[in-house]
């Protein structure tokens, strides 16, 4: 019997073979602002660890190539990500030389390469299980303790993102709860808003085009412009406005990135709560009507829950949006994970870049699928109780 | 509203905006009191214009960039031989649009360095979720019976594909593709925080100075393309899904 191919595993073997074997593992430098010199596998692992690596590479990889059954993809790719993810904290141990302070380890490109070559792996198994919405979530929560145990146990503590969190543990995470902050509370004030402004718009006709005309308007304003816009209103508010400074409303700062975020917020949350009440069958409706029920009872008991799935979709996009948009705050004074960025852009220390970047997207990422899970459980579940 | 009144607003904002980009100057009056200490009023550390079409022309080069790739991407996963590939792209979609530009900016700097190159990656690599998911859509929802006859009428492959299957598709890729540039064009401004010469060059040295004048004429450039862009791309959208017959989304 010929032994048949793995279309994307024979993608995802191409570029494994590459990464392990012609791409740097790891970078190490002298300190953090200087070139820095690759290193290979075998280079930046104890001599028999890098060949365990090595060898578990090749079979995941040989394991992605052939068909294979789920389950052995499933091992293969968790178990070449969890020897990858353990692998580079012991590179950075065996690099940096004992006692000083200043050499920085970082992953290369090559490990980059193969996280996403095994990624990508997962990914397909995981979609082709077709996962229940919670099963997806309880993969979600495992993977999170998985980094949450390598990042308490101390095996990757040498390596140089995590040395530029060391020097600012303190202030990473005054940002990230700014961040967070700035995030779901813009969102909820668009939803407290948007929800029956979106409902106006549904029952009034005469106002849907013109409010949905003017958020679509102020989606194409640039977000840093934006931003900067708001530094004045808000600036004469707090000098003008008695108490209002005592709030923390202030020109620069967490203000105006608020008020810039909950603007752009609320065509998602507006749109899809009119899209969403429109969808209502004619129907369901009527029957409401015709069992007496008044326009209130109408509204909290029929046209809200069966549009419920399509806000909550409108929620996910504002969400995401948000996380992502938080960054740019950081310019504007308003603080968040885009602080060490900016700062990281500004020193080109890259570690710095990533001690903001990886947060911001872990933080999209699991917002993404949490939400993309409950959606459709609320969906799933109507169709259920409609059927 | 009167029918002609859109037309009427867009070409004066048309106007407007030329006039802006162009003689500057004229504007002063209107943006002096924005500024304090005698403040300069108008960008002057570079050309309104230049930058104006600088902006237009990394978007444009990466909006084509991603419009070549995404639909040859969503070709090969709706043919027979790509198919395996369907159920993962659209999964890597998905998680392709959590990441925030500003962290594929900061992280394609240490790749090809300051300036021009990561943010056309940045605005690539956003520009082509839009494209590709729209792509898509228009590809598999294709009316079974056109595609049938196509292939009753002995066409190839490459004759359906190029014939019928891309030209009915065409309004909902267009969609895609209008999507994308409008993303683009605010996403290319934070280009400038990588030291990009687009708009964003203006509403940053606006940000640094504390000079609102500068803000706002670097904001209300982007924005006045993008409405226009916006509204230009639907129009060759809803003429385009009148000749295939099929209502653009």
């Known amino acids: 019997m010929t032994p048949r191919f793995d279309k994307l595993g024979v993608v995802i073997a191409a570029i494994s073979a590459y990464a392990a074997f012609a791409a740097p593992f790891a970078t190490f430098r002298a300190n ?20 365990l690596l090595l060898a578990i590479i090749v079979a995941a990889a040989l394991i992605a190539l052939f068909k294979t059954p789920l389950v052995l993809r499933l091992a293969a790719s968790v178990m070449a990500l969890a020897a990858l993810a353990l692998l580079i904290g012991v590179a950075g141990t065996f690099l ?62 040498n390596l140089s993102i995590l040395k530029e969190y060391f020097n600012r543990a303190d202030s990473f995470w005054a940002e990230g709860s700014k961040h967070v902050t700035l995030a779901l509370g813009s969102l909820a004030a668009a939803v407290i808003v948007g929800l029956p402004l979106g409902i106006l718009c549904h029952r009034v006709e005469n106002l849907r085009a013109g409010v949905l005309n003017v958020l679509n308007i102020i989606q194409t304003i640039p977000s840093i412009a934006l931003f900067g816009l708001l530094i004045a ?18 020109g620069i700062g967490t203000a105006p990135a608020f008020v810039a975020l909950f603007l752009y917020s609320l065509l998602p949350v507006v749109a899809n709560t009119v899209v969403g009440l429109a969808g209502v069958p004619r129907a369901a409706n009527d029957a409401a009507r015709g069992m007496g029920m008044t326009d209130r009872q109408r509204l909290f008991g029929i046209e809200f829950p069966l549009a419920f799935p399509v806000i909550l979709t409108g929620i996910r996009i ?8 938080a960054t740019i705050a950081a310019l504007i004074g308003g603080g968040g994970f885009g602080v060490f960025v900016f700062q990281g852009v500004g020193q080109t220390a890259m570690d710095l870049v990533l001690l903001g970047a990886v947060p911001t997207v872990a933080l999209a990422f699991a917002a993404a699928i949490i939400l993309d899970a409950v959606i459709e459980m609320t969906a799933t579940k109507r169709r259920v109780e409609t059927a | 509203m009167k029918a002609w009144l859109p037309s009427l607003l867009r070409l004066a904002l048309v106007v407007l905006l030329v006039a802006f980009v162009t ?98 990656i940045a605005l690539f690599l956003y520009g082509l979720l839009p494209i590709f998911e729209n792509a898509l859509t228009g590809l598999t929802t294709l009316p079974a019976n056109v595609v049938e006859a ?42 400038s925080t990588v ?53 653009a989304e």
């Open chain 2, 150 to 191: 196509a292939r009753g009428a002995g066409m190839t492959g490459w004759q359906r594909l190029t014939k019928v299957e891309l030209p009915l598709s065409a309004p909902i890729i267009l969609g895609g593709i209008r999507l994308s540039v409008v993303i683009s064009l605010a996403t290319a401004t934070i280009g």
């Open chain 1, 32 to 51: 953090r602002i200087v070139p820095g010199q690759a290193r290979s596998i075998l280079e930046a692992l104890p001599a028999t660890t890098g060949t």
């Open chain 1, 96 to 157: 940096t030389p004992a006692g000083n302070t200043f050499a920085r380890v970082s992953p290369a490109s090559g490990f980059w390469i193969l996280i996403f070559a095994f990624t990508l792996l997962l990914a397909d198994v995981l979609t082709r299980l077709n996962l229940s919405p919670l099963a997806r979530v309880g993969v979600l929560v495992v993977a999170a303790l998985a980094i949450g145990l390598l990042l308490i146990s101390g095996s990757w503590d």
């Open chain 1, 233 to 250: 209103p808000l600036g004469w508010v707090a000098a003008h406005v008695p108490g209002a400074a005592a709030l923390g409303i202030r």
């Open chain 2, 23 to 120: 003689n500057p100057g004229w504007f002063e009056p209107l943006l002096k009191p924005l500024t304090e200490n005698n403040a300069p009023v108008i960008y002057n550390q570079g050309s309104l214009l230049t930058l104006t079409l600088l902006h237009l022309r990394t978007v444009l080069i990466a909006t084509v960039a991603a419009t070549i790739v995404a639909v040859a991407l969503a070709i090969l996963v709706t043919r027979p031989a790509g198919a395996e590939f369907l159920p993962l792209s659209r999964s890597l979609v998905n998680i392709g649009q959590t990441f925030p530009p500003v962290a594929v900016l900061a992280l394609a700097v240490p790749a090809v360095g300051f300036g021009e190159k990561p943010t056309l």
């Open chain 1, 318 to 325: 504002v969400l995401v949006q948000n996380i992502g948009l």
């Open chain 2, 195 to 247: 030291a990009a010469k687009t708009l964003g060059e203006v509403i940053i040295a606006g940000l640094l100075s504390n000079n609102l004048a500068f803000i706002l004429q670097g904001g209300l450039i982007v924005a006045a393309l993008a409405v226009l862009i916006y509204d230009g791309l639907s129009a060759i959208e809803r003429y385009t899904a009148r000749r295939m017959g099929r209502e």
